[in-house]
């Protein structure tokens, strides 16, 4: 019996392409490049400061500039973290539902702490989850099933009883290895990584308010 259900943050419960995108674009500004459309940049947005970083300048990990851009881009992100991130249309009504059901839920993100907890107090978020794992709250982010096990442990749950709902292949991979079931969130980001459907989920969900229908609850019908 499914006891907690377990978030991604961005492209699962937040839309956060729109401040994300405008911190890449401040970025490109300062080094005389045009800046890029949304739409270019949202499918790398789960992937953070690494794929804003990729989608703007064509850099990886590996290259030499990437760690100065990226600190300078996680600085222009964390001074405007909130002002167009919205939760995504059906997730106040889901998290309300488990709430009412008695269900707890929180997030595991592999966005940095210092981002995740303004973000989710911005969202009036914070004071409602049983539990936030931010990417630096383990030794190793997702795919690693570290941050999916540490949430489980701190709600004194077996992995099995509780889901987890992201929209990238990093958060199938992590799910599995920590023995917990995982819908894939179709409606976000879901990277370059192929079809979701692809991707071992153990469904594939095109509406947030569809989670419900793995909890035992009334079916959700649009």
């Not at 949430?151 to 290895?177: E, F, K, M, N, W």
């Not at 909890?215 to 019908?221: C, I, R, S, T």
Request: charged share 25%; glycine share 8%.
């Amino acid at each position: 019996m499914t006891r907690a259900v377990l978030f991604d943050l961005d492209g699962t419960l937040a839309d956060t392409a729109p401040d994300l995108a405008r911190a890449l674009n401040a970025l490109l500004d300062e080094h005389g490049r045009p800046p890029i459309p949304i739409e270019v940049a949202r499918p790398l947005t789960s992937s953070g400061a690494r794929g804003m970083i990729r989608a703007g300048f064509g850099l990886t990990p590996e290259s030499a500039q990437y760690e100065s851009l990226k600190e300078r881009f996680l600085e222009l992100y964390g001074a405007s973290i909130c002002v167009e991130t919205r939760l995504f249309a059906g997730i106040d009504e889901l998290l309300r539902a488990l709430e009412q059901r008695s269900v707890r839920w929180g997030v595991v993100t592999n966005k940095l702490d210092r981002f995740t907890r303004p973000l989710l107090d911005a969202l009036d978020l914070t004071a409602r989850a049983a539990c936030i794992v931010s990417g630096d709250t383990v030794a190793r982010a997702k795919p690693h099933p570290d941050p999916l096990l540490h949430a489980s442990r701190t709600l004194a749950l077996d992995p099995a009883a509780c889901l987890y709902v992201g929209d990238d292949l990093r958060d199938i991979q992590a799910a599995r290895a920590a023995g917990m079931p995982i819908l894939a969130a179709g409606y976000g980001y879901l990277g370059d990584e192929g079809d979701p459907h692809e991707w071992g989920a153990d469904a594939v969900i095109d509406h947030p308010l569809e989670t419900l229908n793995f909890l035992g609850a009334q079916p959700f019908m649009r």
